[in-house]
Protein backbone atom coordinates (compact mmCIF):
# COMPACT_ATOMS: atom_id res chain seq x y z
CA UNK A 1 0.00 0.00 0.00
CA UNK A 2 1.27 3.21 -0.75
CA UNK A 3 0.88 5.67 2.22
CA UNK A 4 -1.37 8.74 2.14
CA UNK A 5 -0.31 11.82 1.12
CA UNK A 6 -1.21 15.03 2.33
CA UNK A 7 -0.55 17.85 0.32
CA UNK A 8 -1.85 21.69 -0.70
CA UNK A 9 -2.22 22.60 -3.98
CA UNK A 10 -3.77 25.97 -5.82
CA UNK A 11 -7.64 24.36 -6.37
CA UNK A 12 -5.49 21.07 -7.35
CA UNK A 13 -4.50 22.58 -10.60
CA UNK A 14 -0.96 21.43 -11.63
CA UNK A 15 2.51 23.24 -10.74
CA UNK A 16 4.46 22.28 -13.79
CA UNK A 17 2.91 22.21 -17.17
CA UNK A 18 3.11 18.69 -19.04
CA UNK A 19 5.17 18.03 -21.70
CA UNK A 20 2.48 19.27 -24.91
CA UNK A 21 4.12 16.34 -26.91
CA UNK A 22 1.95 14.06 -28.72
CA UNK A 23 2.52 10.29 -27.76
CA UNK A 24 2.52 8.87 -31.25
CA UNK A 25 5.64 11.00 -32.20
CA UNK A 26 8.02 11.05 -29.05
CA UNK A 27 6.99 8.00 -27.51
CA UNK A 28 7.07 6.48 -30.80
CA UNK A 29 10.73 8.41 -31.47
CA UNK A 30 11.44 6.96 -28.37
CA UNK A 31 10.80 3.35 -29.44
CA UNK A 32 12.07 4.04 -33.47
CA UNK A 33 15.92 5.49 -32.16
CA UNK A 34 15.83 2.32 -29.81
CA UNK A 35 14.84 0.16 -32.57
CA UNK A 36 17.52 2.02 -34.96
CA UNK A 37 20.13 2.44 -32.69
CA UNK A 38 20.19 -1.31 -31.18
CA UNK A 39 19.97 -2.90 -34.18
CA UNK A 40 23.09 -0.86 -36.11
CA UNK A 41 25.54 -2.91 -33.06
CA UNK A 42 23.29 -6.20 -34.11
CA UNK A 43 23.80 -6.06 -38.09
CA UNK A 44 27.81 -4.76 -37.31
CA UNK A 45 27.87 -8.27 -34.93
CA UNK A 46 26.22 -10.46 -37.56
CA UNK A 47 27.84 -9.37 -40.33
CA UNK A 48 31.29 -9.86 -38.36
CA UNK A 49 30.11 -13.37 -37.34
CA UNK A 50 28.88 -14.58 -40.71
CA UNK A 51 25.52 -14.24 -40.87
CA UNK A 52 24.68 -12.23 -43.49
CA UNK A 53 20.79 -12.43 -44.05
CA UNK A 54 20.25 -10.95 -40.70
CA UNK A 55 22.93 -8.24 -40.93
CA UNK A 56 21.38 -7.19 -44.16
CA UNK A 57 17.81 -7.41 -42.54
CA UNK A 58 19.16 -5.05 -39.53
CA UNK A 59 20.68 -2.52 -41.80
CA UNK A 60 17.46 -1.73 -43.47
CA UNK A 61 15.36 -1.91 -40.26
CA UNK A 62 17.72 0.77 -38.94
CA UNK A 63 17.32 3.20 -41.58
CA UNK A 64 13.96 2.77 -42.04
CA UNK A 65 13.26 3.17 -38.23
CA UNK A 66 15.82 6.51 -38.36
CA UNK A 67 13.87 7.52 -40.78
CA UNK A 68 10.24 7.12 -39.19
CA UNK A 69 11.77 8.74 -35.96
CA UNK A 70 12.72 11.95 -38.52
CA UNK A 71 9.42 12.13 -39.66
CA UNK A 72 8.19 12.25 -36.65
CA UNK A 73 10.42 14.48 -34.73
CA UNK A 74 9.07 16.68 -37.51
CA UNK A 75 5.76 15.96 -37.10
CA UNK A 76 6.04 17.33 -33.63
CA UNK A 77 6.93 20.63 -34.94
CA UNK A 78 4.22 21.03 -36.82
CA UNK A 79 6.16 23.35 -38.72
CA UNK A 80 8.74 21.39 -41.39
CA UNK A 81 10.72 24.51 -42.14
CA UNK A 82 11.80 25.36 -38.26
CA UNK A 83 13.71 22.11 -38.08
CA UNK A 84 16.81 23.47 -39.61
CA UNK A 85 16.87 25.78 -36.44
CA UNK A 86 18.08 22.20 -34.15
CA UNK A 87 21.32 22.70 -35.98
CA UNK A 88 21.85 26.02 -35.14
CA UNK A 89 24.08 25.58 -32.29
CA UNK A 90 25.40 22.64 -30.50
CA UNK A 91 24.30 22.87 -26.45
CA UNK A 92 25.44 20.24 -24.14
CA UNK A 93 23.34 21.52 -21.88
CA UNK A 94 20.60 20.66 -24.18
CA UNK A 95 19.76 16.46 -24.72
CA UNK A 96 17.50 17.64 -27.75
CA UNK A 97 20.28 19.56 -29.52
CA UNK A 98 23.08 17.00 -28.42
CA UNK A 99 20.33 14.30 -29.51
CA UNK A 100 19.96 16.11 -33.19
CA UNK A 101 23.60 16.34 -33.64
CA UNK A 102 23.78 12.38 -33.00
CA UNK A 103 21.48 11.81 -35.35
CA UNK A 104 22.27 14.26 -38.43
CA UNK A 105 25.99 11.92 -37.74
CA UNK A 106 24.21 8.77 -37.44
CA UNK A 107 21.29 8.51 -39.75
CA UNK A 108 23.42 9.34 -42.75
CA UNK A 109 25.61 6.49 -41.80
CA UNK A 110 22.71 4.30 -40.72
CA UNK A 111 21.72 5.07 -44.37
CA UNK A 112 24.98 4.16 -46.38
CA UNK A 113 24.95 0.93 -44.65
CA UNK A 114 21.54 -0.36 -45.32
CA UNK A 115 21.64 1.08 -49.33
CA UNK A 116 25.53 -0.33 -49.80
CA UNK A 117 24.19 -3.85 -47.96
CA UNK A 118 21.32 -3.83 -50.54
CA UNK A 119 23.05 -2.92 -53.68
CA UNK A 120 25.81 -4.62 -52.94
CA UNK A 121 28.31 -2.10 -54.09
CA UNK A 122 30.93 -0.23 -52.47
CA UNK A 123 32.03 -2.68 -49.87
CA UNK A 124 34.37 -0.56 -48.24
CA UNK A 125 32.22 2.46 -47.76
CA UNK A 126 29.78 -0.61 -46.34
CA UNK A 127 32.07 -1.43 -43.66
CA UNK A 128 32.52 1.76 -42.66
CA UNK A 129 29.71 3.00 -42.54
CA UNK A 130 28.24 -0.39 -40.58
CA UNK A 131 31.07 0.40 -37.98
CA UNK A 132 29.87 4.19 -37.50
CA UNK A 133 26.41 3.26 -37.26
CA UNK A 134 27.06 0.84 -34.60
CA UNK A 135 29.41 2.76 -32.78
CA UNK A 136 26.80 5.49 -32.92
CA UNK A 137 23.67 3.12 -32.40
CA UNK A 138 23.80 2.83 -28.56
CA UNK A 139 24.35 6.48 -27.80
CA UNK A 140 21.07 7.08 -30.20
CA UNK A 141 19.46 4.18 -28.11
CA UNK A 142 19.93 5.77 -24.49
CA UNK A 143 20.25 9.28 -24.88
CA UNK A 144 16.71 9.38 -25.22
CA UNK A 145 16.43 8.52 -21.47
CA UNK A 146 18.29 11.92 -20.79
CA UNK A 147 16.26 13.87 -23.03
CA UNK A 148 13.43 12.56 -20.72
CA UNK A 149 14.46 13.25 -17.41
CA UNK A 150 16.35 16.21 -18.28
CA UNK A 151 12.67 17.76 -17.17
CA UNK A 152 10.92 18.43 -14.53
CA UNK A 153 8.48 16.02 -14.62
CA UNK A 154 8.62 13.60 -11.64
CA UNK A 155 7.96 10.33 -13.06
CA UNK A 156 10.83 11.38 -15.59
CA UNK A 157 13.40 13.08 -13.29
CA UNK A 158 13.48 11.38 -10.58
CA UNK A 159 14.16 8.16 -12.72
CA UNK A 160 16.86 9.78 -14.07
CA UNK A 161 19.58 7.65 -13.08
CA UNK A 162 17.61 4.23 -14.13
CA UNK A 163 15.88 5.17 -17.04
CA UNK A 164 18.77 4.91 -19.48
CA UNK A 165 19.11 1.63 -18.46
CA UNK A 166 15.57 1.06 -19.14
CA UNK A 167 15.86 3.04 -22.37
CA UNK A 168 18.76 0.12 -23.61
CA UNK A 169 17.34 -2.94 -22.45
CA UNK A 170 13.88 -1.95 -24.08
CA UNK A 171 16.17 -0.95 -27.32
CA UNK A 172 17.81 -4.21 -26.71
CA UNK A 173 14.64 -6.25 -27.09
CA UNK A 174 13.02 -4.27 -29.80
CA UNK A 175 16.14 -5.02 -32.34
CA UNK A 176 15.97 -8.70 -31.17
CA UNK A 177 12.91 -8.81 -31.91
CA UNK A 178 12.93 -7.15 -35.53
CA UNK A 179 16.27 -9.90 -36.37
CA UNK A 180 13.67 -12.92 -34.63
CA UNK A 181 11.51 -11.17 -37.49
CA UNK A 182 13.36 -10.91 -40.33
CA UNK A 183 16.85 -13.09 -40.42
CA UNK A 184 16.31 -16.65 -40.70
CA UNK A 185 16.54 -19.01 -37.78
CA UNK A 186 19.87 -20.79 -37.67
CA UNK A 187 21.59 -17.29 -37.84
CA UNK A 188 19.54 -16.00 -34.61
CA UNK A 189 21.12 -17.28 -31.67
CA UNK A 190 22.44 -13.82 -30.81
CA UNK A 191 19.24 -12.30 -31.32
CA UNK A 192 17.64 -15.05 -29.04
CA UNK A 193 20.46 -14.55 -26.28
CA UNK A 194 20.19 -10.72 -26.83
CA UNK A 195 16.29 -10.66 -26.04
CA UNK A 196 17.10 -13.17 -22.76
CA UNK A 197 19.29 -10.34 -21.59
CA UNK A 198 17.49 -7.17 -22.42
CA UNK A 199 14.08 -8.48 -20.14
CA UNK A 200 15.97 -9.14 -17.13
CA UNK A 201 18.00 -5.69 -17.25
CA UNK A 202 14.74 -4.44 -18.03
CA UNK A 203 13.25 -5.97 -15.02
CA UNK A 204 15.92 -4.85 -12.80
CA UNK A 205 16.09 -1.02 -13.59
CA UNK A 206 12.09 -0.95 -13.27
CA UNK A 207 12.92 -2.22 -9.73
CA UNK A 208 15.30 -0.22 -9.19
CA UNK A 209 13.66 3.04 -10.31
CA UNK A 210 10.25 2.00 -8.46
CA UNK A 211 12.58 1.90 -5.19
CA UNK A 212 14.09 5.40 -5.28
CA UNK A 213 10.48 7.39 -6.99
CA UNK A 214 8.87 6.41 -4.03
CA UNK A 215 5.33 7.56 -3.87
CA UNK A 216 5.75 8.70 -7.44
CA UNK A 217 6.49 5.27 -8.34
CA UNK A 218 2.58 4.92 -8.56
CA UNK A 219 2.31 7.07 -11.62
CA UNK A 220 3.98 4.11 -13.30
CA UNK A 221 1.44 1.58 -11.78
CA UNK A 222 -1.78 3.53 -12.09
CA UNK A 223 -4.26 4.04 -15.60
CA UNK A 224 -3.23 4.52 -18.83
CA UNK A 225 0.78 3.78 -18.11
CA UNK A 226 0.04 1.15 -15.67
CA UNK A 227 -1.65 -1.09 -18.32
CA UNK A 228 0.95 -0.03 -20.47
CA UNK A 229 4.19 -1.16 -18.65
CA UNK A 230 1.95 -4.57 -17.67
CA UNK A 231 1.57 -5.30 -21.41
CA UNK A 232 4.82 -4.14 -21.86
CA UNK A 233 6.34 -6.79 -19.15
CA UNK A 234 4.26 -9.67 -20.17
CA UNK A 235 4.94 -9.16 -24.22
CA UNK A 236 8.47 -8.97 -23.65
CA UNK A 237 8.68 -12.25 -21.47
CA UNK A 238 6.53 -14.15 -23.82
CA UNK A 239 9.04 -13.02 -26.92
CA UNK A 240 12.20 -13.84 -24.70
CA UNK A 241 10.61 -16.99 -24.41
CA UNK A 242 9.41 -18.28 -27.15
CA UNK A 243 12.28 -17.27 -28.82
CA UNK A 244 14.40 -18.87 -26.48
CA UNK A 245 12.95 -22.53 -26.64
CA UNK A 246 11.33 -22.57 -29.89
CA UNK A 247 12.86 -20.05 -31.73
CA UNK A 248 15.78 -22.14 -32.93
CA UNK A 249 13.54 -24.56 -34.84
CA UNK A 250 10.22 -23.13 -35.89
CA UNK A 251 10.08 -20.34 -38.04
CA UNK A 252 6.52 -19.43 -37.00
CA UNK A 253 7.65 -19.28 -33.19
CA UNK A 254 10.15 -16.79 -34.08
CA UNK A 255 7.99 -14.32 -36.11
CA UNK A 256 5.83 -14.68 -32.98
CA UNK A 257 8.13 -14.25 -30.69
CA UNK A 258 10.04 -10.94 -32.59
CA UNK A 259 6.69 -9.77 -32.96
CA UNK A 260 5.78 -9.58 -29.05
CA UNK A 261 8.95 -8.13 -28.25
CA UNK A 262 8.55 -5.44 -31.03
CA UNK A 263 5.19 -4.32 -29.40
CA UNK A 264 6.58 -5.03 -25.67
CA UNK A 265 9.26 -2.30 -26.76
CA UNK A 266 6.47 -0.31 -28.13
CA UNK A 267 4.45 -0.54 -24.89
CA UNK A 268 7.74 0.10 -22.44
CA UNK A 269 8.35 3.79 -24.45
CA UNK A 270 4.39 5.00 -24.71
CA UNK A 271 4.24 3.41 -20.67
CA UNK A 272 7.11 5.93 -19.56
CA UNK A 273 5.88 8.41 -21.88
CA UNK A 274 2.36 7.83 -20.48
CA UNK A 275 3.89 7.98 -16.45
CA UNK A 276 5.53 10.74 -17.19
CA UNK A 277 2.41 12.95 -18.43
CA UNK A 278 0.57 11.26 -15.38
CA UNK A 279 2.67 12.35 -13.38
CA UNK A 280 2.97 16.22 -14.44
CA UNK A 281 -0.72 16.72 -14.42
CA UNK A 282 -1.69 15.95 -10.61
CA UNK A 283 0.25 18.07 -8.59
CA UNK A 284 0.53 15.71 -6.04
CA UNK A 285 3.25 14.15 -7.50
CA UNK A 286 5.23 17.77 -7.75
CA UNK A 287 4.08 18.75 -4.24
CA UNK A 288 4.95 16.22 -2.30
CA UNK A 289 8.21 15.14 -2.85
CA UNK A 290 9.17 18.73 -2.71
CA UNK A 291 7.62 19.80 0.32
CA UNK A 292 9.54 16.12 2.31
CA UNK A 293 12.62 17.63 0.83
CA UNK A 294 11.67 21.18 2.07
CA UNK A 295 11.12 19.98 5.42
CA UNK A 296 13.96 17.49 6.27
CA UNK A 297 16.38 20.77 4.60
CA UNK A 298 14.79 22.42 7.29
CA UNK A 299 15.00 20.34 9.77
CA UNK A 300 18.82 19.98 8.83
CA UNK A 301 19.74 23.71 9.08
CA UNK A 302 17.75 24.07 12.63
CA UNK B 1 36.73 30.09 -13.28
CA UNK B 2 35.69 27.00 -11.85
CA UNK B 3 31.83 28.75 -11.21
CA UNK B 4 31.60 29.87 -14.91
CA UNK B 5 29.88 26.86 -16.31
CA UNK B 6 27.78 25.89 -12.93
CA UNK B 7 24.81 24.40 -13.54
CA UNK B 8 23.30 25.10 -9.76
CA UNK B 9 23.93 27.01 -6.40
CA UNK B 10 24.77 30.36 -6.42
CA UNK B 11 25.64 32.42 -9.30
CA UNK B 12 27.47 36.49 -8.59
CA UNK B 13 27.90 37.25 -12.06
CA UNK B 14 25.04 36.19 -14.03
CA UNK B 15 25.20 38.18 -17.35
CA UNK B 16 28.90 38.58 -17.34
CA UNK B 17 28.70 34.62 -17.44
CA UNK B 18 26.28 34.22 -20.01
CA UNK B 19 28.26 36.80 -22.35
CA UNK B 20 27.81 40.03 -21.54
CA UNK B 21 31.30 42.23 -21.00
CA UNK B 22 29.68 45.26 -19.32
CA UNK B 23 26.27 44.38 -17.94
CA UNK B 24 24.29 46.84 -15.72
CA UNK B 25 22.95 45.29 -12.13
CA UNK B 26 20.36 42.40 -12.30
CA UNK B 27 17.17 43.35 -12.23
CA UNK B 28 14.30 41.82 -10.96
CA UNK B 29 10.82 41.70 -9.15
CA UNK B 30 9.99 41.70 -5.52
CA UNK B 31 6.21 40.55 -5.28
CA UNK B 32 4.74 41.52 -1.80
CA UNK B 33 1.24 39.56 -1.34
CA UNK B 34 0.79 41.36 1.77
CA UNK B 35 -0.48 44.29 -0.26
CA UNK B 36 -1.69 42.88 -3.82
CA UNK B 37 -5.91 43.58 -3.70
CA UNK B 38 -6.46 41.68 -7.02
CA UNK B 39 -7.12 44.46 -8.91
CA UNK B 40 -5.85 42.29 -11.77
CA UNK B 41 -3.79 45.63 -13.23
CA UNK B 42 -0.97 43.68 -14.11
CA UNK B 43 -2.52 41.01 -16.03
CA UNK B 44 -3.85 44.07 -18.37
CA UNK B 45 -0.98 46.10 -18.25
CA UNK B 46 1.00 43.30 -19.65
CA UNK B 47 -1.77 41.69 -22.11
CA UNK B 48 -1.75 45.70 -23.43
CA UNK B 49 1.67 46.60 -23.55
CA UNK B 50 2.58 43.28 -25.44
CA UNK B 51 -0.21 42.89 -27.42
CA UNK B 52 -0.82 39.66 -26.41
CA UNK B 53 -3.73 37.73 -27.37
CA UNK B 54 -7.09 36.84 -25.44
CA UNK B 55 -7.11 32.93 -24.09
CA UNK B 56 -11.02 33.20 -24.35
CA UNK B 57 -13.51 33.66 -21.63
CA UNK B 58 -14.26 30.97 -19.11
CA UNK B 59 -15.21 31.13 -16.06
CA UNK B 60 -13.62 28.58 -13.83
CA UNK B 61 -15.48 28.83 -10.15
CA UNK B 62 -12.02 29.08 -8.76
CA UNK B 63 -12.58 32.21 -6.01
CA UNK B 64 -12.61 35.09 -8.51
CA UNK B 65 -9.78 33.98 -10.73
CA UNK B 66 -10.70 32.79 -14.40
CA UNK B 67 -7.41 32.96 -15.83
CA UNK B 68 -6.13 30.02 -14.08
CA UNK B 69 -2.47 30.12 -14.46
CA UNK B 70 0.60 31.55 -16.06
CA UNK B 71 0.95 30.56 -19.72
CA UNK B 72 1.81 31.05 -23.80
CA UNK B 73 -1.04 34.14 -23.57
CA UNK B 74 -0.71 34.98 -19.72
CA UNK B 75 2.32 36.55 -19.19
CA UNK B 76 1.19 37.86 -15.69
CA UNK B 77 -1.37 36.03 -13.46
CA UNK B 78 -3.05 36.61 -9.97
CA UNK B 79 -4.10 33.94 -8.25
CA UNK B 80 -7.19 34.18 -5.80
CA UNK B 81 -7.43 32.18 -2.70
CA UNK B 82 -10.43 31.59 -0.62
CA UNK B 83 -9.40 30.18 2.80
CA UNK B 84 -11.47 29.52 6.23
CA UNK B 85 -8.79 30.47 8.69
CA UNK B 86 -9.12 29.49 12.17
CA UNK B 87 -6.02 31.34 13.54
CA UNK B 88 -6.71 34.86 12.61
CA UNK B 89 -6.99 36.76 15.54
CA UNK B 90 -9.86 38.69 16.63
CA UNK B 91 -9.15 42.61 17.35
CA UNK B 92 -10.77 43.58 20.62
CA UNK B 93 -13.69 45.86 19.53
CA UNK B 94 -14.13 45.50 15.98
CA UNK B 95 -17.23 44.71 15.00
CA UNK B 96 -17.83 41.57 13.29
CA UNK B 97 -19.35 41.21 9.89
CA UNK B 98 -20.75 38.00 8.89
CA UNK B 99 -19.12 37.21 5.68
CA UNK B 100 -20.10 33.70 5.26
CA UNK B 101 -23.02 31.55 7.58
CA UNK B 102 -20.70 31.57 10.52
CA UNK B 103 -21.29 27.86 11.67
CA UNK B 104 -18.55 28.92 14.24
CA UNK B 105 -18.76 31.13 17.29
CA UNK B 106 -17.49 34.53 16.41
CA UNK B 107 -16.27 35.53 19.64
CA UNK B 108 -13.26 32.73 19.67
CA UNK B 109 -12.46 33.27 16.41
CA UNK B 110 -11.07 29.41 16.40
CA UNK B 111 -13.84 27.95 13.48
CA UNK B 112 -12.79 29.98 10.45
CA UNK B 113 -13.05 33.40 9.27
CA UNK B 114 -12.71 34.00 5.57
CA UNK B 115 -9.56 34.87 3.65
CA UNK B 116 -8.22 36.01 0.67
CA UNK B 117 -5.01 35.36 -0.71
CA UNK B 118 -4.02 37.39 -3.37
CA UNK B 119 -0.66 37.00 -5.51
CA UNK B 120 0.18 38.23 -8.96
CA UNK B 121 2.68 35.38 -10.45
CA UNK B 122 4.79 36.01 -13.06
CA UNK B 123 8.44 34.25 -14.64
CA UNK B 124 10.93 33.62 -12.37
CA UNK B 125 14.11 34.43 -14.52
CA UNK B 126 15.24 31.89 -12.78
CA UNK B 127 19.54 32.78 -11.86
CA UNK B 128 19.85 28.71 -13.51
CA UNK B 129 16.53 28.74 -15.69
CA UNK B 130 15.83 25.04 -16.94
CA UNK B 131 13.83 26.46 -20.26
CA UNK B 132 16.98 27.85 -21.23
CA UNK B 133 19.49 25.27 -20.82
CA UNK B 134 17.42 22.72 -22.16
CA UNK B 135 16.25 24.76 -25.19
CA UNK B 136 18.08 23.40 -28.57
CA UNK B 137 18.17 25.95 -30.51
CA UNK B 138 19.32 28.78 -28.52
CA UNK B 139 16.20 30.59 -28.77
CA UNK B 140 16.00 31.51 -25.16
CA UNK B 141 18.94 34.01 -23.93
CA UNK B 142 19.89 35.38 -20.83
CA UNK B 143 20.04 39.57 -21.39
CA UNK B 144 22.34 41.54 -20.15
CA UNK B 145 19.81 42.33 -17.10
CA UNK B 146 19.94 38.79 -16.24
CA UNK B 147 16.82 37.88 -17.12
CA UNK B 148 15.34 35.52 -19.43
CA UNK B 149 13.92 35.83 -22.90
CA UNK B 150 12.58 34.09 -25.76
CA UNK B 151 13.61 34.83 -28.91
CA UNK B 152 10.11 34.40 -31.26
CA UNK B 153 11.92 33.84 -34.57
CA UNK B 154 13.94 31.46 -33.48
CA UNK B 155 11.89 29.24 -31.34
CA UNK B 156 10.88 26.11 -33.30
CA UNK B 157 8.43 25.00 -31.21
CA UNK B 158 9.91 21.69 -30.43
CA UNK B 159 8.43 22.11 -26.86
CA UNK B 160 11.35 21.17 -24.59
CA UNK B 161 11.39 24.09 -22.45
CA UNK B 162 7.46 23.54 -21.92
CA UNK B 163 8.23 20.03 -18.91
CA UNK B 164 11.83 21.51 -18.39
CA UNK B 165 10.52 24.70 -16.08
CA UNK B 166 10.23 23.51 -12.68
CA UNK B 167 7.70 26.31 -12.19
CA UNK B 168 5.13 25.70 -14.90
CA UNK B 169 4.97 29.20 -16.41
CA UNK B 170 6.49 28.82 -20.32
CA UNK B 171 4.23 27.09 -22.57
CA UNK B 172 3.22 26.69 -26.45
CA UNK B 173 0.67 28.73 -28.10
CA UNK B 174 -1.50 26.36 -29.51
CA UNK B 175 -2.01 28.47 -33.29
CA UNK B 176 1.31 28.25 -33.70
CA UNK B 177 3.42 26.16 -31.76
CA UNK B 178 6.13 28.56 -30.60
CA UNK B 179 6.75 29.35 -26.59
CA UNK B 180 6.45 32.52 -24.96
CA UNK B 181 6.17 34.55 -21.68
CA UNK B 182 7.51 37.11 -19.49
CA UNK B 183 9.94 39.12 -21.16
CA UNK B 184 10.33 41.21 -18.16
CA UNK B 185 9.38 43.99 -20.79
CA UNK B 186 12.91 43.28 -22.29
CA UNK B 187 11.61 46.64 -24.27
CA UNK B 188 11.19 48.81 -21.62
CA UNK B 189 13.98 47.91 -20.02
CA UNK B 190 16.06 48.76 -23.06
CA UNK B 191 14.53 52.09 -22.70
CA UNK B 192 14.89 52.46 -19.25
CA UNK B 193 11.78 52.30 -17.89
CA UNK B 194 10.50 49.73 -15.30
CA UNK B 195 8.41 46.46 -16.44
CA UNK B 196 4.53 47.30 -17.48
CA UNK B 197 3.30 45.26 -15.08
CA UNK B 198 5.18 46.91 -12.32
CA UNK B 199 4.01 50.50 -13.66
CA UNK B 200 0.76 49.80 -13.29
CA UNK B 201 0.02 48.15 -9.89
CA UNK B 202 -1.57 50.43 -7.84
CA UNK B 203 -0.16 49.15 -4.37
CA UNK B 204 3.30 48.69 -4.71
CA UNK B 205 3.03 44.64 -4.62
CA UNK B 206 4.78 44.71 -7.44
CA UNK B 207 8.11 45.90 -7.11
CA UNK B 208 10.96 46.42 -9.64
CA UNK B 209 14.56 47.45 -9.58
CA UNK B 210 18.15 45.87 -8.51
CA UNK B 211 18.08 42.76 -7.40
CA UNK B 212 20.06 43.32 -4.36
CA UNK B 213 17.93 46.10 -3.51
CA UNK B 214 14.94 44.30 -3.64
CA UNK B 215 15.89 41.64 -1.35
CA UNK B 216 17.45 44.15 1.58
CA UNK B 217 13.53 46.05 0.74
CA UNK B 218 11.73 42.37 1.17
CA UNK B 219 14.30 41.21 3.98
CA UNK B 220 13.03 44.53 6.06
CA UNK B 221 9.50 43.96 4.99
CA UNK B 222 9.36 40.52 6.32
CA UNK B 223 10.79 41.51 9.90
CA UNK B 224 7.54 44.18 10.27
CA UNK B 225 4.88 41.62 9.18
CA UNK B 226 6.43 39.20 12.22
CA UNK B 227 6.88 42.34 14.60
CA UNK B 228 3.02 42.87 13.33
CA UNK B 229 2.20 39.88 14.33
CA UNK B 230 2.02 38.12 10.76
CA UNK B 231 4.08 34.69 11.57
CA UNK B 232 2.74 33.49 7.64
CA UNK B 233 4.94 35.46 6.42
CA UNK B 234 7.88 34.42 4.41
CA UNK B 235 9.91 35.17 1.80
CA UNK B 236 9.84 32.84 -1.50
CA UNK B 237 12.98 32.24 -4.11
CA UNK B 238 15.20 35.11 -2.58
CA UNK B 239 17.78 32.59 -1.39
CA UNK B 240 20.42 32.58 -3.99
CA UNK B 241 21.75 29.09 -3.25
CA UNK B 242 18.05 27.29 -3.72
CA UNK B 243 17.56 24.86 -6.25
CA UNK B 244 17.45 27.33 -8.75
CA UNK B 245 20.38 29.47 -7.88
CA UNK B 246 17.69 32.14 -6.52
CA UNK B 247 14.97 34.00 -8.80
CA UNK B 248 15.34 37.11 -10.82
CA UNK B 249 11.07 36.98 -9.39
CA UNK B 250 10.51 36.54 -6.11
CA UNK B 251 7.66 36.86 -3.29
CA UNK B 252 6.37 37.84 0.31
CA UNK B 253 3.97 35.07 0.62
CA UNK B 254 1.17 34.65 3.35
CA UNK B 255 0.74 30.90 3.28
CA UNK B 256 2.86 27.77 1.77
CA UNK B 257 4.33 28.34 -1.79
CA UNK B 258 2.22 25.46 -2.97
CA UNK B 259 -0.84 26.75 -1.61
CA UNK B 260 -0.19 29.54 -4.14
CA UNK B 261 0.09 26.85 -6.84
CA UNK B 262 4.20 27.40 -6.09
CA UNK B 263 6.58 24.24 -5.88
CA UNK B 264 7.83 24.23 -2.45
CA UNK B 265 11.50 23.13 -3.34
CA UNK B 266 12.49 23.50 -6.59
CA UNK B 267 16.22 22.21 -8.49
CA UNK B 268 16.71 22.85 -11.72
CA UNK B 269 17.25 19.44 -13.91
CA UNK B 270 20.30 20.74 -15.33
CA UNK B 271 21.65 20.34 -11.73
CA UNK B 272 21.65 16.24 -12.23
CA UNK B 273 22.76 16.77 -16.06
CA UNK B 274 25.84 15.35 -15.63
CA UNK B 275 24.53 12.21 -13.40
CA UNK B 276 22.22 11.61 -16.08
CA UNK B 277 24.95 11.73 -19.40
CA UNK B 278 26.98 9.42 -17.08
CA UNK B 279 24.33 6.94 -16.34
CA UNK B 280 23.38 7.24 -20.16
CA UNK B 281 26.59 6.84 -21.69
CA UNK B 282 27.22 3.28 -19.06
CA UNK B 283 23.82 2.12 -20.57
CA UNK B 284 25.05 2.89 -24.21
CA UNK B 285 27.89 1.08 -23.11
CA UNK B 286 26.12 -1.84 -21.78
CA UNK B 287 23.95 -1.96 -24.31
CA UNK B 288 26.91 -2.80 -26.88
CA UNK B 289 28.09 -5.07 -24.37
CA UNK B 290 25.32 -7.38 -23.95
CA UNK B 291 24.86 -7.77 -27.78
CA UNK B 292 28.75 -8.58 -27.80
CA UNK B 293 28.13 -11.49 -25.34
CA UNK B 294 24.72 -12.16 -27.20
CA UNK B 295 27.37 -13.10 -29.99
CA UNK B 296 29.93 -14.30 -28.11
CA UNK B 297 28.20 -17.12 -26.19
CA UNK B 298 26.18 -18.90 -29.01
CA UNK B 299 29.59 -19.13 -30.63
CA UNK B 300 31.17 -20.49 -27.10
CA UNK B 301 28.24 -22.88 -26.71
CA UNK B 302 28.64 -23.85 -30.34
CA UNK B 303 32.24 -24.58 -30.14
CA UNK B 304 31.71 -27.02 -27.38
CA UNK B 305 29.72 -28.53 -28.96
CA UNK B 306 31.62 -29.41 -31.80
CA UNK B 307 34.74 -30.33 -29.45
CA UNK B 308 32.60 -32.62 -27.56
CA UNK B 309 31.05 -34.04 -30.73
S1 LIG C 1 10.48 30.29 -14.24
FE1 LIG C 1 10.53 28.76 -15.86
S2 LIG C 1 10.28 29.94 -17.72
FE2 LIG C 1 10.87 31.41 -16.12
S3 LIG C 1 13.13 31.48 -16.25
FE3 LIG C 1 12.64 29.95 -14.71
S4 LIG C 1 12.66 28.03 -15.88
FE4 LIG C 1 12.48 29.67 -17.38
S1 LIG D 1 9.96 25.51 -27.82
FE1 LIG D 1 11.28 27.16 -28.61
S2 LIG D 1 12.08 28.18 -26.78
FE2 LIG D 1 11.23 26.23 -26.11
S3 LIG D 1 13.00 24.83 -26.12
FE3 LIG D 1 12.01 24.62 -28.12
S4 LIG D 1 13.07 26.06 -29.45
FE4 LIG D 1 13.59 26.63 -27.33
S1 LIG E 1 7.44 42.30 -17.00
FE1 LIG E 1 6.34 42.89 -18.85
S2 LIG E 1 6.14 40.93 -19.94
FE2 LIG E 1 6.59 40.40 -17.83
S3 LIG E 1 4.62 40.16 -16.81
FE3 LIG E 1 5.25 42.31 -16.50
S4 LIG E 1 4.30 43.40 -18.18
FE4 LIG E 1 4.26 41.23 -18.74
Known sequence: MVPHTEFESYYGRPVIKAPSWAARDIAGYFFLGGLAGAGSVLAAGAQLTGRPRTATAMKVSSLAAVSLSAAALVHDLGVPSRFPNMLRVLKPTSPMSVGSWLLAGYGPAAGAAAVTAVSGRLPRVGAAATATAALLGPAVASYTAVLASDTAVPAWHGAHRELPYLFAASATAAASGMALLLGPTHESAPARCAAALAVGAEEVATRAAERRLGMVAETYRQGRAGNLLRAARLLTATGATTGLLLGHRSRPAAVVGGLALLAGSACTRFGTFAAGVASAEDPKYTVAPQRAAANSSDEAAS | ?309
Open chain 2, 1 to 309: MTDRHLLSGTEPDLARDAGHPEPPPRVGFFTDTSVCIGCKACEVACKEWNAIPQDGLSLTGMSYDNTQGLGASTWRHVAFIEQQKPQVPAPDGRTRLPLVEAESDPSDGAGGELRWLMSSDVCKHCTHAACLDVCPTGSLFRTEFGTVVVQEDICNGCGYCVPACPYGVIEQRPSDGRAFKCTMCYDRLGAGQEPACAKACPTESIQFGPLDELRERAALRVDQLHAAGVDDARLYGHEPDDGVGGDGAFFLLLDKPEVYGLPPNPVVTTRDLPTMWKHAGAAALSLAGGLAVSFALPALLGEKRKGTR
